[in-house]
Structures are given as C-alpha cells and as structure tokens.
Nanobody, 124 residues
Framework: VQLQASGGGLVQTGGSLRLSCTVS????????MGWFRQAPGKEREFVAA????????AYADSVKGRFTISRDNAKNTVYLLMNNLKPEDTAVYYC??????????????????WGQGTLVTVSS
C-alpha cells in the first residue's frame, strides 16, 4: 500500500488549501482514512478521519467548522479542505490508512499505513 499526499503550501491567515492523498494497492474502499499533523517540536496529532463509505466522520475540536474531510472511492483519493487557516495550523500533514474501515478512527496507533507528509505553512 502506498499513500501519496499533496496540496500543501504557503497561505496567509484566513486562506484555504485542499490536501489530497491518493492510495494505491488494495481497493481504496478497504480502508478508513485519517489526516494527522505534526508541528515543529510537537507530537503528531489527529486532525480528521473518515470511514470507508464516508458515513462516519470525526474531527479534532481545533479544526471543527473549518476543515472538511471527504473521499472519492472511484479516484482512490481522500481530501482535506482547510478553510479559515490560522498560524497554529502550520504543520506537516500526513494521511494514513487503516484496514479497520467501518468507523472513523482518531487514534494514531490504529493506522497501519502512512504517507510521506505535505507541509502547510500559514503566515500571520
């Protein structure tokens, strides 16, 4: 299984970005997907997750109302739309996949497969 994240970049406070993560290997619907982030000097933290069908979704409190996770099983891709970005959203964002696909999982240790990360920088 390979995960390829893209879409990071530099944006001003209040701006938007959309991250994408394409998965190759087994059928994409086999996986629940998650987005995590790691800021400099901090531990990796949960951002958003979605189950195989898109019917189970979870968000960290810090991004609720600003970020939207979605998936397109026909394109083997999960997205993270990030609106109203803040400097504290600056981090490397990682997508992850788990074969426990029935519900959206918020725990890092649940995920077996990880992408390489994409850097998001929000300037003040």
């Amino acid at each position: 299984v390979q995960l390829q994240a893209s879409g990071g970049g530099l944006v001003q406070t209040g701006g938007s970005l959309r991250l994408s993560c394409t998965v190759s290997g087994r059928p994409f619907s086999s996986y629940a997907m998650g987005w995590f982030r790691q800021a400099p000097g901090k531990e990796r933290e949960f951002v958003a997750a979605i189950n195989w069908s898109g019917m189970s979704i979870a968000y960290a409190d810090s991004v609720k109302g600003r970020f939207t996770i979605s998936r397109d099983n026909a394109k083997n891709t999960v997205y993270l739309l990030m609106n109203n970005l803040k400097p504290e959203d600056t981090a490397v964002y990682y997508c992850a996949a788990t074969e426990y696909n029935v519900v959206a999982h918020t725990t890092i240790s649940t995920y077996e497969y990880w992408g390489q990360g994409t850097l998001v920088t929000v300037s003040s």
